[in-house]
């Protein structure tokens, strides 16, 4: 019997042998189903070793073999070894996260065949006589089979539809083999591009898109160009002709950018398959995706973060749109940079990868510093829109109602009178973030966080907003009994009441997560927009981005001063980057656009540099500064978080670690090794969890990742080892986005 060397999808680092039957055949990348404790699980087999370090009598069998060959191409097996080595993943996390939920499973990896719905010959004859007049959509479903069978899977008619008439023997069932047909062989006589819907190029645009076309090989662009200045448009002329080479496209785009408006402009451009993959779509057409991308059936996917492990049969281009956006970094299980990885898998297939932004992060435009990504710059808006003019709001001046300033009410209603449409931006759902005692200063706070509670006006509860619990509005204070309760701070439900009495004649849309709980609900408002039917837009970040309202002529920023102080040192960083997206929804089309910013501390150097100077200067400053206190992008992190219900537990895991890192760095000579912690984390308590941090900082990456493969490699003291402690949740997180 042969052995077989198998990863499993569980948070150890090392893998696991089994005896492969005689009568089973079985290669690297291969899906096997494997007998694990009580359990069976699916493992990909990493390799066929001649021996193993357990006596052969302890290994157990292989029970099946799900494929014949390899569900990864070679070029994401590779990609996806190295992540799991520079992330300290195991691979078998990694590996198994790349694939589709159904194959995770156990599904077969090739579409074998497709069941269609067939008209019968008592069917035709149903229709012949009319016999279902009555029932006016079971006769369109018919009269449509006449044309050709469809999928079962067709939502067009519904399933009740179909299974009445199956009942009636008016259809059936029928098997249809599916031989993969390449793009290009499916595309004809068509060209790959609708050439009427292409735009002519501005100068700036067409510098940029011969600079592109020029590249041969790989190569990372940064297309730094600010908003509306035409990005989306080259992104466009670019992958036409990467298509027209016969090759693949891959779009990623951040989780809330990927709206039905992005994909329209591409499936408006192009006559070639495209798959969209993102958290809306199901596990059914996840799998058909794969499948279509890997046999070369589909010419383009566009898709979030995940779609960067969908298997090309020949990949050509990677665009990244809003590279600099947080969603590109995966914050749990193995914390991957899609934007990170998509770079080092361009270099490995020789092709070039075209980030874009309006406002770059400070780690892509040191890389352009450092010349390892080359810059194109757009200046200017495209087509007819204008630059915004902003503004600051100094609220130390203002008189207030409930949170706006007069200063701002008169620009609304300004606006509001020419028939324009008004966007309000406030990061902060509910009515408001803080319930407290008049007569003695008692916070309402959830017991499992220690934070405050939300006051949640509509839906008359409390809730934590960092772990979902919620309870019954309080009636007496918890300490002094006092009756007199008042909320402070303002959330979106207390803005759209205020502007209601406000402004009754306007029609006010608010768009945050609890507002569009429903399915649906976000379709409508934005509907309701685009048809003018709402005047006053309130909105959480999900506005912020890849919405385009062409009769926003205002945007205000509510309330941006609690980022003006935070302890996260790239809050300044993403609060620049939200200004700019929220001031360029602003006078999208035609129209003139204005941007309000209220805040108390008008001289803020951020804010003075941001409105007078821009992002650029903004960013270049921010660099030096990062720069002279050794923080990233000038160095390296990696950051261990324990979490428990005991407190000392959690400390003492990661004091081991920190112990092993003190040892390393006088035995290997490495004195700017930095360890800071063990600490708790700024977010101390979560759902009761108590949580510490240990974070590790070297100039040199290189260095760095050194450090951290010998502490994995070290017998006594790695994860695995201190995973044991059940009671103690471990993880590493290499290059942290999010320190909280
Ligand atoms: P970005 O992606 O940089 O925000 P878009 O590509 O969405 O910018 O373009 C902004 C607007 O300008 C869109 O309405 C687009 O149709 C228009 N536009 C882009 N390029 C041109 C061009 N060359 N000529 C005319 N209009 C253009
Ligand atoms: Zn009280
Ligand atoms: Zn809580």
């Known amino acids: 019997m042969k052995i077989v060397r198998v990863a499993l999808a569980v948070p150890l680092m090392r893998f696991f042998d089994y005896l492969l039957p005689l009568d089973m055949a079985v290669d690297v990348g291969v899906r096997v189903q494997v007998p694990f404790g009580p359990q069976k699980r699916i493992g990909i087999v990493v390799a066929l070793p001649e021996q193993s370090d357990l006596p052969v009598e302890q290994l157990k069998a292989v029970q099946a073999v799900l494929d014949e ?93 179909w299974s009445a008439l199956k009942a009636k023997q008016f259809i059936e069932e029928q098997e249809q083999i599916i031989t993969p047909i390449h793009w290009q062989e499916a595309l004809g006589e068509l060209p790959v591009a609708k050439a009427e819907n292409r735009l002519k190029l501005n100068q700036q645009q067409a510098l940029a898109l011969t600079k592109l076309l020029f590249q041969q090989g790989f190569a990372a662009f940064l297309l730094d160009g600010v908003t509306g200045s035409g990005k989306t448009e080259i992104y466009l002329q670019l992958i036409e002709e990467t298509l027209k080479k016969g090759k693949q496209v891959l779009v990623l785009v951040p989780e809330i950018g990927l709206t039905p408006q992005t994909v329209q402009r591409f499936m408006a451009r192009f006559n070639v398959p495209i798959d969209v993959l993102h958290s809306n779509v199901n596990d059914t057409q996840r799998l058909q995706a794969w499948q279509r991308a890997r046999t070369a059936q589909s010419a383009v996917i566009i898709g979030t973060r995940s779609a960067l492990f969908t298997p090309f049969s020949d990949l050509g281009l990677i665009v990244i749109d809003e590279e600099h956006d947080a969603s590109f970094k995966q914050q749990d299980g193995w914390r991957y940079h899609a934007r990170d990885l998509a770079v080092v898998y361009a270099k490995q297939l020789d092709i070039p990868v075209l980030m874009g932004s309006a406002t770059p992060s400070l780690e892509s435009l040191n890389n352009v510093q450092q010349g390892k990504y080359q810059a194109i710059l757009l200046s200017k808006r495209a087509g007819q829109a204008q630059a915004v003019q902003s503004q600051l709001i100094d609220l130390k001046t203002q008189n207030m109602v409930n949170g706006l300033s007069v200063a701002l009410l008169k620009k609304m209603e300004a606006h509001l009178q020419k028939g324009n449409q008004v966007l309000l931006f406030l990061n902060r759902r509910g009515f408001a973030p803080v319930l407290l005692c008049h007569e003695c200063g008692w916070i309402a706070t959830c017991s499992h966080c ?209 112990e092993f890192f003190y040892q390393w760095k006088v035995a290997k000579n490495q004195p700017h090794l930095q360890i800071l912690g063990v600490m708790p984390a700024p977010f101390a308590k979560k759902a009761d969890q108590y949580r510490w941090q240990l974070l590790l900082q070297h100039s040199s990456r290189q260095i760095l990742q050194h450090a951290l493969r010998d502490f994995q490699h070290h017998s006594a003291c790695n994860l695995d080892e201190l995973r044991k402690n059940g009671k103690v949740r471990l993880n590493l997180d290499v290059d942290p986005q999010d320190l909280s």
Request: charged share 20%.
């Open 69 to 161: 060959q390899s569900v990864f191409t070679p070029e994401l097996w590779h990609l996806l070894n190295w992540a799991a080595n520079y992330y300290q993943a195991p691979l078998g996390e990694v590996l198994l996260s790349a694939l589709p939920t159904k194959l995770r499973n156990g599904e077969s990896a090739v579409q074998k065949s497709k069941t269609l719905w067939n008209l019968t010959a008592l069917g035709a004859q149903a229709l012949q006589s009319g016999e279902l007049k009555k029932a006016k959509k079971q006769q369109d479903a018919l009269q449509a089979l006449t044309i050709s069978p469809l999928e079962k899977g067709n939502n067009e008619f519904g399933v009740a539809i």
């Open 450 to 658: 220690d934070k405050p509670l939300t006051y949640h006006q509509q839906q008359r509860v409390m809730r934590c907003h960092h772990c979902s619990s919620q309870r019954p509005i309080p009636r007496q204070c918890g300490d002094c009994g006092s009756t007199h309760l008042v909320t402070t701070g303002l959330g979106t439900e207390q803005l759209e009441q205020t502007l209601q009495e406000r402004f009754p004649q306007y029609g006010i849309a608010r768009i945050d997560r609890d507002s569009t709980a429903r399915k649906g609900k976000l379709e409508s408002y934005l509907s309701d927009i685009h048809q003018g039917k709402s005047q006053i837009l309130i909105g959480t970040q999900m506005l912020a981005k890849g919405h385009h309202f062409p009769d926003v002529t205002l945007v205000a920023l509510v309330n941006v001063d609690s980022s003006l102080f935070s302890v996260d040192f790239r809050a300044e960083e993403r609060l620049a980057q939200l200004y700019v997206q929220v001031a360029g929804r602003a006078g999208r089309a035609e129209k003139q656009g204005e941007v309000v910013l209220q805040t108390h501390y008008p001289d803020h150097p951020l804010l003075q540099r941001l409105l007078h100077d821009g992002y650029a200067a903004f960013a270049n400053e921010t660099l030096k500064m990062r720069q002279t206190m050794g923080l990233p992008p000038f160095s390296s992190q990696a950051l261990f978080k324990a979490q428990s219900r005991q407190s000392a537990e959690a400390e003492q895991s990661l004091s081991q670690i920190a």
